[in-house]
């Protein structure tokens, strides 16, 4: 089942970020009366009435040149009509219609995408009645709601997620394992994609950010029928740097929320970066099926051990998620990129893998014993007395015991290293849960 993407788009300083804010509840998104404040791309879940979606603000800022202003308007605007499920068009109620809100509208009403007009910054019902003249701008629904106080924003959200129910709602079930080839730009994996595919099903320049749009592609592989699904930004390069980043990711995490396994493509000369491990950290979050290519190795002067050093460094930035594996693959002579395959079936497998509850208790329990969890603060013995499996598509482990709230973060962390030490689940990210023994 697909997670339906909303994107927010307006001119800077219309209450964008408040209103990201108050729908994910939360304080992500910076909120200043200056103009332009929101540079972050920022991603947040809503969850309304049993339903989730992912909500993208596209932020406000632009460079400070009147031609770069309009443009970077437009881009967002053209971004959201292809990418998003709905799109939240915002406006200043208090304002009034200003020139780049009926542009902007100009655009939207071409699109066949749900738009929900939202006139902000009305914070009572009083200051609603002067909403009649954004009715000019030519789209319905209109909503007056203020993201400050949160007015009218149950009717908003109810309209909203009715729009989006056909994506709420599971296609004909799809077997074929999803892989999500992700990364920074010009990192190689439109060249990767190719190369797996043996024709050029994507366009290949040295320009970061060639890749329009986000492909599904079927690799048939010894019979096997496998979605290979390349992701990144822009035809050409755009001027506006801010935006160039912001569709990358936005594509970036749409192709790993509907991925099954993902394989991050970093640079041999560049290593992992910060966006790297965000990326990373995502996909953890996302319980995904994790594989590092390290591509353009080779470009790299081999010495003795070069790879395992490497490879060493890698682990090392990862901290917690050192159970990823990592592939050195070249896209361009085709080394190795077909054990990249092979090893994600294998990260595939694992990640749905079972093991009997009895083998967990017989091979855990002894391990507790030995190292049991601290006690309570008030001094009290904390026992753990059954382990099982649930999770149907990633691996959840429950643990049964007297006080499973003062379980601390750090003997979670020994219990996930006992359980791949002993079980594998080499590339997979798992919850590890606690429950009351009653």
Sequence with gaps: MKTPLVLIVGRPNVGKSTLFNRLTKTDNAIVDDFSGVTRDRLYGEVEWNGKSFRLIDSGGYVPESDNLFEKAIREQVEFAIDEADAILFVVDGREGINPYDAEVAKLLRTSKKPVFLIVNKLDTPQQAMHVGEFYSLGINPVFDISGLNGRNLGDLLDELVESLAINFEDDEEDTRMRISIIGKPNVGKSSLTNALLGYDRTIVTDIPGTTRDSIDSVLKYYGEEIVLVDTAGL?????????????????????????????????????????????????????KGMIIAVNKWDLI???????KNYADEIIKALGSVYYVPILFISALTKQRIFKLIDLAKKV?????KKIPTSKLNDVLLPEIQKNPPPATPTGREV?????????????IFIFFCNYPKHIPDSYKRFLERKIRENFGFE?????????DKS
Excluded: C
């Design 235 to 287: 035809r050409k390069k755009s001027k506006v740097q801010e935006n160039i980043e912001f569709y990358s990711n936005v594509r970036t995490y749409r192709a790993l929320m509907e991925s099954d396994v993902a394989i991050l493509v970093i640079d041999a000369e560049s290593g992992i970066e910060k966006q790297d491990q965000k990326i990373i950290q995502e996909a953890v979050r996302r319980r």
């Design 383 to 395: 026992k753990i007395k059954y382990i099982t499996q649930g999770g149907h598509f990633y691996p």
């Design 301 to 307: 002067e081999k010495e003795t051990n070069t790879a």
């Design 348 to 352: 595939y497998q694992e990640r749905t």
């Design 427 to 435: 590339g997979v990210a798992m919850t590890i849960s606690f429950k």
